[in-house]
């Protein structure tokens, strides 16, 4: 890994991998975006298709931020920044809410993580290091309650090293409950059957996707 | 576009199938979804499971649905009353099974279902006949009930006003089980006496939000109202 | 008991049962009233005195029963008789109702009994009868939700039998939840000391009341 | 006549005990009842269990009174923010005991606590060191957790109005814990910009019904806000 002088392919951006989720989600889903990368997807849904954003506070139908000077504290996402409530949407309260998440009503949730392991057991929520002070908010309600759950993360750590693993060595936020992991490299099903390549970044081949990557790796 | 409104109650109704567990909302007359019960009676799938407050009153709704045959097994907290003589003859002869809960286990229950809770500990019901066989266990000096929830196939619900996301506000007690029917039904299924455009309802005020709404489908109100207080 | 030729007592009317129960409801009580019997309560709460009748049915600050004609089969009570809506009451779904009722926010509930045991314990939903049909309804979750759970109930069955009893012969609605007895002879304390008497029907002696009753009494 | 609205925030306050446990309403800023805990720190119980779903940002509410050190324990999903450099300092003295729920578990052992139930399954958490010592089961094939209640000695929550009979409603999605978390208390106390007359609330509209809510009292609305977007 560390010995690869140049890359030969075109890893995809925040924004590439963000338009590659978008297009799986299909009109009427629910869908949950977790903070950081995944809240990229919004920007990529297609104007005329009508997803449904939920958001844990209590939002269902959450718009887009709104303009400068427009802030209403009262409506903001999961992250606390300030969104909008589409036509429709509908506000409840936090107990409503995490039922939506956790009585297996949202289609899909996005969230990052720190690692995947082949078997679907997600990281994403410590890094398990002594000093650090844990946070885990809706991470594991969401993990395990969507119907789907999708992960959106780089391929690789900074040093290189595969965040696929065989096993996780952080701290589990759910156990066997990732379906699919879109990365800068590839989008990977995760299955009964092993790990499943959709599609790979412009000029990767499979060969070199799976000396990137921890764990065994099919053709789809 | 997402329009989950559909042009009528067969429509509605046209995939309902054989065996299906039916979570149908009303405690008595109020709430009770009766155009819907009358297209299931039509629509004649079979060896349903019902979950209702109640077991039917007079000829109608519920208890014309149990007339049809096509009830295996009712669940409900109080199915004895002065006008519910269909599922009493049923019951006698043997031909109905009954599955009597005390209605607060039977809001929780059906609200379990929803959120996604495996089962829960409550006291209602503990010493008495009606836990007899099940989970108990002392809780901070205090004696409980395991109970599970019920997961349905299919929700009816009665509500006041729908709109094409599927969002519904409800009338005085006629909400009763519907909010929690809706949330715990694979396909709930809203009859409504006015479809409203996106937005007409007041964000702050929906009660359903269309997250556990499959179908809406708009009844007249004059029939159903005499329905009700028949 | 069959040998009393002539009551030199007054047995309390229903209403005036009612009226006892009515004069130990204070303010501010949140209070849910079972059917039969215990509806009358109502009728005897003084005017000024603001008291939160709850219905299971989803009403709080339920009113009485509207003027010929205006009946709204929209808003029912408990037992499917029309009622009205306070000002200021709120309507709320089924879980939320039973919530109210299970969660220990009713102050008092006054239910109707078949029998009530010394240790409390409360039968009044199932006469046992193997041809009856069973219906529970909402007394399970009241006799052991509410803060303090009354009884209302003639003394005696048809035949002269005390219903106040060493232990239920009927199946029970809840264990050791009963807290006070309003019959037409006295109104009775259960506590962990015993019953105690806390007052009797006009002209009736506590010799009296306890040759009638099936259980030891002493005065409050 | 009932009335529940009192005068002042130090009146609402006043009896307050030492240890208690205080359901306190908020997600980051919106639905935080900033004067009733700047009323708190003044009142100055000592010993304090919290319940939040953070632990306090920047230097104002929830971080304000960490700082006074009168707080024994937080209970919260998700405490390490960009601003929550007061809690942080205190955790790291070990001066602050944390206790991290996941954040639905936090809003239904709260709900849970309300409504009456002893304990429940939940799959959230399962096979992670949150679960950890907890009993878990499988349901259907699936495995839970046993999580219990969480009650409350005092709840403080911020609604947007309130009546005399202690009826609220909430603005967006400043609702969040308020409801649940005024059922799961002793004492709830509700701040509200408008104190209204009995009736002006919709009854199909009332989120949190008076039952669940013992005082109300008013704020003004450009004092706090300024607080919320700090």
Redesign the interface.
Same mark, same amino acid.
């Given at each position: 890994m560390n010995a690869i002088v140049k890359e030969t392919f075109k890893r995809r951006t925040r924004d590439e991998m963000a338009a590659c989720v978008a297009r799986d989600i299909p009109?009427?889903a629910?869908v949950n975006l977790g903070i950081g990368l995944p809240t990229l997807v919004a920007n990529h849904l297609p104007k005329?298709r009508?997803v449904?954003l939920?958001?844990?506070? @209590? =939002?269902? @139908?959450m718009g887009p931020a709104p303009a400068k000077g427009e802030? $209403?504290? $009262?409506? =903001?996402n999961a992250g606390?920044q300030p969104v909008t409530?589409l036509?429709?949407?509908?506000?409840?309260?936090?107990?409503d809410?995490?039922? /939506? /998440?956790?009585?297996?009503?949202?289609d899909i949730c996005v969230l990052g993580a720190f690692q995947v392991a082949a078997n679907g057991d997600l990281a994403n929520w410590?890094t398990g290091a002594p $000093?650090? =002070?844990?946070?885990?908010?809706?991470? /594991? $309600?969401l993990a395990?309650?969507a119907k789907r759950t999708f992960v959106m993360m780089e391929h690789q750590t900074k040093a290189g090293e595969s965040k696929i693993v065989a096993q996780c060595s952080y701290?589990?936020?759910?156990?066997a409950c990732v379906r699919r992991v879109y990365t800068d490299l590839a989008t990977i099903d995760i299955t009964a059957a092993g790990l499943k390549v959709l599609d790979m970044a412009e000029g990767l081949t499979l060969a070199e996707l799976q000396h990137i990557t921890g764990v065994p790796l099919q053709a789809a | 576009m997402i329009d989950k409104i559909v042009a009528s109650v067969a429509d509605a109704l046209a995939d309902v199938q054989d065996g299906s567990t039916i979570l149908m909302g009303g405690f008595g007359g109020a709430g009770m979804p009766s155009e819907l019960i009358d297209g299931l009676i039509e629509q004649g799938a079979k060896d349903l499971v019902i979950v209702n407050n109640n077991a039917g009153n007079g000829e109608t709704g519920l208890a014309a649905l149990l007339k049809t045959g096509h009830v295996r097994k009712i669940i409900c907290s109080f199915p004895r009353q002065a006008d519910s003589h269909i599922f009493d003859g049923l019951y006698r002869a043997g031909k109905l099974e009954l599955e009597l809960v005390p209605q607060g286990n039977l809001a929780e229950r059906i609200r379990a279902a929803g959120a996604g809770i495996g089962g829960f500990f409550t006291p209602t019901g503990y010493g008495t006949d009606l836990a007899k066989g099940k989970e108990t266990r002392e809780i901070n000096g205090r004696m409980y009930v395991l109970e599970s929830p019920i997961h349905g196939d299919v929700a009816l619900v009665k509500a006041e006003k729908g709109d094409r996301w599927g969002n519904l506000t409800y009338r005085k007690a006629a909400r009763n089980f519907g909010p929690i029917m809706a949330s715990a039904a694979k396909c709930a299924i809203a009859q409504v006496y006015e479809t409203v455009e996106l937005g007409a309802l007041d964000p702050e005020n929906i009660v359903t939000p269309g997250i556990f709404v499959k179908r809406v489908v708009r009844v007249g109100r004059a029939a159903a109202q005499l329905k009700v207080a028949a």
């Amino acid at each position: 890994m560390n010995a690869i002088v140049k890359e030969t392919f075109k890893r995809r951006t925040r924004d590439e991998m963000a338009a590659c989720v978008a297009r799986d989600i299909p009109e009427g889903a629910y869908v949950n975006l977790g903070i950081g990368l995944p809240t990229l997807v919004a920007n990529h849904l297609p104007k005329g298709r009508e997803v449904f954003l939920h958001s844990e506070n @209590g =939002i269902l @139908g959450m718009g887009p931020a709104p303009a400068k000077g427009e802030e $209403d504290w $009262d409506l =903001i996402n999961a992250g606390k920044q300030p969104v909008t409530l589409l036509t429709g949407g509908a506000y409840f309260h936090h107990a409503d809410s995490f039922a /939506m /998440m956790r009585g297996g009503h949202l289609d899909i949730c996005v969230l990052g993580a720190f690692q995947v392991a082949a078997n679907g057991d997600l990281a994403n929520w410590h890094t398990g290091a002594p $000093d650090a =002070i844990p946070a885990v908010g809706g991470a /594991m $309600d969401l993990a395990v309650g969507a119907k789907r759950t999708f992960v959106m993360m780089e391929h690789q750590t900074k040093a290189g090293e595969s965040k696929i693993v065989a096993q996780c060595s952080y701290p589990l936020t759910g156990v066997a409950c990732v379906r699919r992991v879109y990365t800068d490299l590839a989008t990977i099903d995760i299955t009964a059957a092993g790990l499943k390549v959709l599609d790979m970044a412009e000029g990767l081949t499979l060969a070199e996707l799976q000396h990137i990557t921890g764990v065994p790796l099919q053709a789809a | 576009m997402i329009d989950k409104i559909v042009a009528s109650v067969a429509d509605a109704l046209a995939d309902v199938q054989d065996g299906s567990t039916i979570l149908m909302g009303g405690f008595g007359g109020a709430g009770m979804p009766s155009e819907l019960i009358d297209g299931l009676i039509e629509q004649g799938a079979k060896d349903l499971v019902i979950v209702n407050n109640n077991a039917g009153n007079g000829e109608t709704g519920l208890a014309a649905l149990l007339k049809t045959g096509h009830v295996r097994k009712i669940i409900c907290s109080f199915p004895r009353q002065a006008d519910s003589h269909i599922f009493d003859g049923l019951y006698r002869a043997g031909k109905l099974e009954l599955e009597l809960v005390p209605q607060g286990n039977l809001a929780e229950r059906i609200r379990a279902a929803g959120a996604g809770i495996g089962g829960f500990f409550t006291p209602t019901g503990y010493g008495t006949d009606l836990a007899k066989g099940k989970e108990t266990r002392e809780i901070n000096g205090r004696m409980y009930v395991l109970e599970s929830p019920i997961h349905g196939d299919v929700a009816l619900v009665k509500a006041e006003k729908g709109d094409r996301w599927g969002n519904l506000t409800y009338r005085k007690a006629a909400r009763n089980f519907g909010p929690i029917m809706a949330s715990a039904a694979k396909c709930a299924i809203a009859q409504v006496y006015e479809t409203v455009e996106l937005g007409a309802l007041d964000p702050e005020n929906i009660v359903t939000p269309g997250i556990f709404v499959k179908r809406v489908v708009r009844v007249g109100r004059a029939a159903a109202q005499l329905k009700v207080a028949a």
